[in-house]
């Protein structure tokens, strides 16, 4: 089915996704997308931040084997590592994959110089995630996020099925009507692995010098990019 049939599809039977169980919609999200694509033409693109955890304990209730993608840029921290352990140790049987950039991190500072990052982080972001994206999902139909519509003004008009103009693709948001409350009551009642930096003002966890502790205005993105205004990596904006 084509990225637009399956746009007009969602479109047209949007009420199936009533969002009054307890998981506000999300399951029966999981189990339409899971029962429309075959399972290696849909992949959930992972951070492995709370709304990651959340989402992979229920995709795994809905499909064991899933596909998921962590866009491994060589710059997180040793504590996202370790909840990735943890998440492949608890279930086994998701096939969770590392992508990493085609330029390592000394070729990207020989290509462009040292700390891209500081400098140029629109390029670094494209290199080491937008396009490792892009080439996972060229062979995919549809991808999963974690997106929540309370997180920004730009995330505000999230779907649950949403036509993806940069990736070609359809993109499944499962997770739109919850909050962050909802969120972490979620992980404490199931007793979840979660990122131990969430426990030190971490609300949201991206590359390690890129990620700040946030001041506790209660911004879910705060601490990303801090001091810039960018708040987002590209991989959902147009
Ligand atoms: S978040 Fe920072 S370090 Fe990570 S890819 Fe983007 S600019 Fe580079």
Avoid at 38 to 51: D, Q
Avoid at 91 to 102: A, D
Wanted: with cysteine; hydrophobic share 30%.
């Amino acid at each position: 089915m084509t990225t637009a049939v399956t746009y007009q599809y969602w479109k047209s039977n949007s009420e199936a996704f009533s969002c009054d169980d307890q998981t506000k919609g999300a399951r029966k999200v999981l189990e339409w997308a899971y029962h429309h694509y075959p399972s290696e033409k849909l992949v959930y693109a992972s951070s492995f931040g709370a709304e990651a955890i959340v989402l992979i304990d229920l995709i795994y209730e809905v499909q064991h084997d899933a596909h998921i993608v962590f866009l491994d840029t060589g710059l997180h921290f040793p504590e996202t590592y370790e909840v990735i352990d943890k998440i492949e140790t608890r279930f086994h049987s998701l096939k969770i994959e590392r992508i990493v950039p085609k330029l390592s991190l000394d070729e990207q500072t020989k290509e462009y110089g040292s700390v891209l990052w500081n400098r140029d982080s629109s390029r670094c972001c494209q290199i080491r995630k937008v396009i490792p994206l892009q080439e996972a999902l060229n062979t995919k139909e549809a991808w999963i996020s974690g997106l929540r519509k309370e997180q920004s003004p730009l995330r505000a008009d999230t779907e649950f099925i949403n036509k993806d103009e940069k990736f070609k693709n359809i993109k499944i948001c499962p997770l739109i009507h919850w909050t962050w409350e909802d969120v972490w009551m979620y992980i404490k009642e199931r007793d979840l692995p979660y990122n131990r930096l969430h426990d030190q003002q971490y609300p949201s966890i991206g590359c390690l010098p890129c990620t700040k502790p946030a001041a506790g205005n209660k911004d879910s993105r705060e601490g990303r990019w801090s001091g810039s205004s960018k708040t987002e990596c590209g991989l959902h904006t147009r």
